[in-house]
C-alpha cells in the first residue's frame, strides 16, 4: 500500500510543480552568496520539514548568515551563486537518501 501512495504521491507532486503550485524550500546564504532550492513538495508541512536537513548540510559546508523561505514558486535554476556571478542548474538529492515518507 505504502508503493501505491508513494507513486500517486509522486505523481501528484509531479503535476503542482508543473504547475507551479508545489512547495519549495529556498535558503539563501550571506556566505556565500547563494540561493538554493530544495523541492518540489506537496505542501509547506513537508517542506518545513525538510528545510531542517537542508540547513544541516549547509552549516556544516560552512554556510553564514542563511534566510528559509518555504513558499510556491516554480524555480528555473536551483542553485544560484551571486559570488561567482553564475547559476547553477543541479538535481536535488534527498537530505534523506533513500527516505520514503508515508
Known sequence: MKTIWHNL???????????????????????PRCTYYFGPFLNSSEAKLSSTG????????????????VKRCKP???????DLGEKIDRKVQPAFGGQILS
Open 9 to 31: 504521491k509522486e505523481v501528484l507532486i509531479n503535476t503542482f510543480d508543473y504547475l507551479g503550485l508545489a512547495w519549495w524550500v529556498e535558503i539563501i546564504t550571506q556566505n
Open 54 to 69: 537542508y540547513i544541516e548540510d549547509l552549516e556544516v559546508e560552512g554556510a553564514q548568515g542563511i534566510a528559509v523561505n
Open 76 to 82: 528555473n535554476t536551483l542553485t544560484i551563486a551571486d
